[in-house]
């Protein structure tokens, strides 16, 4: 089977899940039966599976450690992943491993506890990346965002926290950052991304963010 014949046919298969496993880190997949759903899984004559969808939902992930190489002994092409659920799991970060993942185009990790909104520019290499979720993480409530200064946390909000912090305010940069940021996704937080979106974040972007000065190399003296 090409590579073509096989990205047409094992886009349409079912997910290799491992969600709701109570998951610590990333080498336990190797010991893990992966959940049954109502089709059954292909592999290869290696044993690996066909799938370009990785589950890893709800589960207690801290870090995604070894994450290449696991992967590699699960998949058989593990290079034409595309779709990755790390969603409510208790990442702090995005991992640039996942950057790695050049066919990626769903990417899902809200629900975790990623603290700072910088962490979206590492997606910006991928260029097939479409749809993305990061609500639910501590970023969502982030103010004052500028690269280059220091970032403000709204306090007293966690993970299930209902009260005594401040509430989410259209104001805040975040949808905005993420857009001006990742400008080819068309689906974010579940939401599609409209014109109107699209040039509220152009908008906002020009005014927040001062572009890059090219540094200039001085003749050594």
Same mark, same amino acid.
């Given at each position: 089977?090409?590579?073509?014949?096989?990205?047409?046919?094992?886009?349409?298969?079912?997910?290799?899940?491992?969600?709701?496993?109570?998951?610590?880190?990333?080498?336990?997949?190797?010991?893990?039966?992966?959940?049954?759903?109502?089709?059954?899984?292909?592999?290869?004559?290696?044993?690996?599976?066909?799938?370009?969808?990785?589950?890893?939902?709800?589960?207690?992930?801290?870090?995604?450690?070894?994450?290449?190489?696991?992967?590699?002994?699960?998949?058989?092409?593990?290079?034409?992943?595309?779709?990755?659920?790390?969603?409510?799991?208790?990442?702090?970060?995005?991992?640039?491993? !996942?950057?790695?993942?050049?066919? %990626?185009?769903? $990417?899902? &990790? /809200? #629900? +975790?506890? @990623?603290?700072?909104?910088?962490?979206?520019?590492? !997606?910006?290499?991928?260029?097939? %990346?479409?749809? $993305?979720? &990061? /609500? #639910? +993480?501590? @970023?969502?409530?982030?103010?004052?965002?500028?690269?280059?200064?220091?970032?403000?946390?709204?306090?007293?909000?966690?993970?299930?926290?209902?009260?005594?912090?401040?509430?989410?305010?259209?104001?805040?940069?975040?949808?905005?950052?993420?857009?001006?940021?990742?400008?080819?996704?068309?689906?974010?937080?579940?939401?599609?991304?409209?014109?109107?979106?699209?040039?509220?974040?152009?908008?906002?972007?020009?005014?927040?963010?001062?572009?890059?000065?090219?540094?200039?190399?001085?003749?050594?003296?």
């Amino acid at each position: 089977m090409s590579k073509r014949d096989y990205t047409n046919t094992s886009v349409q298969e079912p997910p290799l899940d491992y969600s709701f496993r109570s998951i610590h880190v990333i080498q336990d997949l190797i010991s893990e039966e992966p959940r049954v759903g109502l089709r059954p899984l292909k592999h290869s004559k290696s044993g690996k599976s066909l799938t370009q969808s990785l589950w890893l939902n709800n589960n207690v992930l801290n870090d995604l450690k070894d994450f290449n190489q696991v992967v590699s002994q699960l998949l058989e092409h593990p290079e034409n992943l595309a779709w990755i659920d790390l969603s409510f799991n208790d990442l702090t970060s995005i991992d640039p491993i !996942l950057t790695t993942f050049f066919n %990626l185009s769903v $990417l899902y &990790l /809200h #629900g +975790n506890s @990623i603290q700072s909104l910088g962490e979206v520019n590492k !997606l910006a290499v991928l260029p097939r %990346l479409r749809s $993305l979720t &990061l /609500h #639910g +993480n501590p @970023i969502e409530e982030e103010k004052g965002y500028s690269e280059g200064k220091e970032k403000q946390q709204v306090k007293g909000k966690g993970k299930g926290d209902s009260g005594g912090g401040q509430a989410p305010s259209p104001s805040l940069p975040y949808r905005q950052y993420v857009l001006c940021t990742l400008p080819r996704i068309t689906t974010f937080d579940f939401s599609g991304v409209t014109k109107a979106d699209r040039t509220t974040a152009e908008v906002w972007k020009r005014m927040n963010i001062k572009p890059k000065k090219p540094r200039i190399k001085q003749d050594a003296l």
